[in-house]
DNA sequence: CCCTGATTCGC
DNA sequence: GCGAATCAGG
């Protein structure tokens, strides 16, 4: 089975080179060729390389963002309650102060430290140990692909997603990506 | 060792 | 025209 040059996949090529996507990234979205035959392919049609004045190449885009530029969105916080309970005890009902730890919503700060990644936007096939494998969109899709930003060590996500990972669900669909 | 793009050259 | 092998680099 031969993976031809056809217009559509020439377009698709076009559209993910401008985007700022690397050979390897592009090959795998692509399917059926390889990085190699992506840069070939690249300055067959004499698309503008990767420009780097004066120094070394690779141009890669912003890995992040501040989250300012982001949607506000919630977060829980861990925070200690007191509250009245009442109780029977034989005849007669106590009443005492109970500290319950809960998780409640709270707004985070636009200007909050957190840093929201730009996903590298892997596909499936290019998935290593080392990239992260937050899914990103609707599987059905033809866009659909993982975040795979870099993971630390044996770590399934990257640290942005490791943290959604372990967080309510609630705050992870509001958190997205 | 991971990755990047650039170039060459046999097919 | 194509892309594997190779090179040069971060």
Known sequence: ?????????????????????????????????????????????????????????????AKRQAAAA??????????TVTR???????ATMLKEEVETEVYYETEV???????VPI???????ELTERTCKWPVGDPMKDDFHFCGNDSPDSSPYCTYHARLAYQPSAERRRAGR
């Open 70 to 79: 982001a949607p506000r969105s919630q977060s829980f916080m861990p925070r």
């Open 109 to 115: 700060q636009p200007a909050s430290n957190v840093v």
């Open 1 to 61: 089975m031969t993976m031809g040059w056809t217009d559509e996949r020439v377009e698709r090529l076009k559209k993910l080179w401008s985007e700022g996507l690397s050979a390897s990234q592009i090959a795998a979205q692509l399917g059926g060729v390889s990085r190699n035959a992506v840069i070939g392919k690249v300055h067959r049609l004499c698309l503008p390389g990767r420009a780097k004045a004066g120094g070394a190449a690779t141009a890669r885009p």
């Open 119 to 125: 996903s590298r936007r892997l596909a499936l096939t």
């Open 84 to 90: 009245t309970v009442t109780r029977a005890q034989g």
